[in-house]
């Protein structure tokens, strides 16, 4: 099992950039796939992105891509995503995932909120 918690949301303005991380504990971290989701008030809960557990393999949802870049770093047990030329409609609770399989995963961070002002 693997406890994630997700550090590095706030407010910033449209065009800017941000960074979110995500710690996790437990020593199955390095075996684990994972991912970043998202949800906008009023709306469902979407995948952003995702990262084999090796890291070779990583995939993003269209609207992100060319924007965010998902990595992580299995000795320090982190993941991270690097979000630039934000937008308002990237505004959002962010959620940080974790799990064997294809996202969704069985695991959740609490989430870290997002706001991107106009």
């Known amino acids: 099992q693997v406890q994630l918690q997700e550090l590095g949301g706030g407010l910033v303005q449209a065009g800017g950039s941000l960074t979110l991380s995500c710690t996790a504990s437990?020593?199955?971290?390095?075996?684990?796939?994972m991912a970043w989701f998202r949800q906008a008030p009023g709306k469902e809960r979407e995948f952003v992105a995702s990262?084999?557990?090796?890291?070779?393999?990583?995939y993003y949802t269209e609207s992100v891509e060319g924007r965010f870049t998902i990595s992580r770093d299995n000795a320090k047990k982190m993941m991270y995503l690097q979000m630039n030329n934000l937008r308002p409609e990237d505004t959002a609770v962010y959620y940080c995932?974790?799990?064997?399989?294809?996202?969704?995963?069985?695991?959740w961070g609490q989430g870290t909120q997002v706001t991107v002002s106009s």
């Open positions: 437990g020593r199955t971290f390095s075996s684990y796939n």
């Open positions: 990262i084999s557990w090796g890291g070779s393999s990583t």
């Open positions: 995932n974790a799990g064997d399989g294809v996202p969704p995963y069985d695991y």
